[in-house]
């Protein structure tokens, strides 16, 4: 059997702090933060559990991120699950599970969340919005198959 190996998440969830940008001893753009995401299944009569993920975002996604998410921002990210160790100055060995971003989305649609509340920069940022006739070219109808070309 073939060696296979396949490392990809995709969360949907709400940031539970502003992410804080900072920068390593390098100069590379960092940031953390951790994802609220609720279950989708609760038993009879209790509240849907809520599971918390552990994200990193490096470079211009942690820029991105830093920028445009706050505490409550709806957020989709996709990346890969990542297990690091190291040793704590006690002593002890420590280990940490994350998800590490490769790519970063909005959710909130224009009017709700917390841009909606004035969240995010007043610099007049609109999040990115897509409409499928936007340039699309114009298409004639043509009478017969004698007209095409193949």
């Known amino acids: 059997m073939a060696n296979f190996n ?22 590379i ?7 609220a995401v609720n279950r989708q299944y609760s038993k009879n009569a209790e509240q849907r559990q809520t599971d918390f993920f552990n994200v990193v975002a490096w470079r211009q996604q942690a820029e991105f991120i830093s920028r445009y998410f706050h505490k409550g921002s709806s957020i989709c990210v996709v990346g890969a699950l990542q297990t690091r160790s ?4 006690q002593g002890q060995k420590r280990t940490a599970t994350e998800i590490v971003v490769d790519e970063a989305h909005f959710v909130d ?21 897509f409409s499928s006739d936007a340039g699309a070219p114009k298409f004639e109808d043509m009478s017969g198959d004698d007209d095409l070309p193949f």
């Open 109 to 129: 649609s224009k009017g709700e969340g917390p841009a909606a509340a004035g969240g995010y920069p007043s610099e007049g940022y609109q999040a990115p919005s």
């Open 29 to 35: 753009a960092v940031t953390s933060f951790s994802i």
């Open 6 to 27: 396949f490392n990809k998440v995709i969360l949907g969830g709400r940031l539970t702090a502003d992410p804080e940008l900072k920068q390593t001893s390098n100069g």
């Open 86 to 89: 190291w040793t704590d100055p």
